[in-house]
């Protein structure tokens, strides 16, 4: 069965910087643990933004300026460098969601595709719809030890979607 584990938006600027919080600092050691063990290809997103990031919709609405491409806070920690070059393919976006992911998933052979990352209720949550739009028979998984948010609400009412959706939560 071919495999897919999607890391969404492990970066620096939702870790410790702009958008940083606690819990994702503490996502670090079991993301890396992930990435170690998994037996299949590696697909990263990278939050990517411009200059301009104020004056575009989602700015206006989160107005934070963050991931922007280049600067430190774009970049994932020290820790992830060996994976990037082993990643399968690298995303770059410029919002929630990738299209470019989902086109990709649609045309992959992949059955199963599993997710980790940052923030659980927002980017980890559109791609993992995306992807179930572009692959409506394939396993979603989503690790939750492997995923957090700085809402808890917010995250656990995701989490009751997705299962709805008929993705499997577990625990890595």
């Known amino acids: 069965m071919k495999k897919a584990l999607v890391l ?8 410790d910087g702009s958008l940083g919080f606690e819990k994702a600092l503490g996502l670090k050691d079991e993301i890396l643990k992930l990435l170690g063990e998994f037996e299949g290809d ?22 934070i300026e963050h991931c922007i491409k280049d600067t430190k806070g774009w970049e994932m920690p020290n820790e992830f460098t060996p994976f990037l070059s082993k990643a399968k393919k690298i995303f770059h976006k410029d919002t929630f969601g990738s299209l470019e992911l989902a086109n990709f ?12 990352g940052l923030v659980s209720h927002i980017c980890v949550f559109f791609n993992l719809i995306l992807a179930f739009c572009a692959k409506p028979n394939a396993t979603l998984i989503l690790h939750k030890n492997a995923t957090t948010s700085f809402d808890e609400g917010l995250e656990n009412h995701a989490y009751e979607l997705l299962k709805a959706y008929g993705v499997k939560l577990v625990e890595s």
């Open 105 to 116: 998933l649609a045309k992959s052979p992949y059955e199963e595709i599993h997710f980790c």
């Open 8 to 15: 969404v938006d492990y970066q620096n600027d939702f870790i």
């Open 42 to 63: 590696l697909l990263i997103t990278f939050d990517t933004h411009k200059e301009d990031y104020l004056k575009t919709r989602e700015g206006q609405n989160l107005p």
